[in-house]
Nanobody, 115 residues
Framework: QVQLVESGGGLVQPGGSLRLSCVAS????????MGWYRQAPGSGRDSVAV???????SYADSVRDRFAISRDNAKNTVYLQMNSLKPEDTAVYYC?????????WGQGTQVTVSS
């Protein structure tokens, strides 16, 4: 079993920053892509950012130039640095890891952007 534990969510004012972390542990074999999705109330789960095993990144248009994804392969950890946060970034953020036996999801961490 692979477990993902997210941290770093919380309440922040518009224009502020947060850094999310997601650590993978357990029976991990050949991690490929890692990334983040988010789900706002009443909406579906949307891709935010993805990073490949080689370090290539892709972003949703709504977060490009404000968010940055990175990974530490030695620690099986993926990060999401979120800057210039907006109220519309409010959502539950879920990390994922693609490995030999499929995709695993984290439990989600709440990010609320409000004054």
């Amino acid at each position: 079993q692979v477990q993902l534990v997210e941290s770093g969510g919380g309440l922040v004012q518009p224009g502020g920053s947060l850094r999310l972390s997601c650590v993978a542990s357990g029976r991990i074999f050949s991690i490929d892509a890692m990334g983040w999705y988010r789900q706002a109330p009443g909406s579906g789960r949307d891709s935010v950012a993805v990073i490949s095993s080689g370090g290539s990144t892709s972003y949703a248009d709504s977060v490009r130039d404000r968010f940055a994804i990175s990974r530490d392969n030695a620690k099986n950890t993926v990060y999401l640095q979120m800057n210039s946060l907006k109220p519309e970034d409010t959502a539950v953020y879920y990390c994922f890891v693609d490995h030999l036996f499929g995709r695993r999801w984290g439990q989600g961490t709440q990010v609320t952007v409000s004054s």
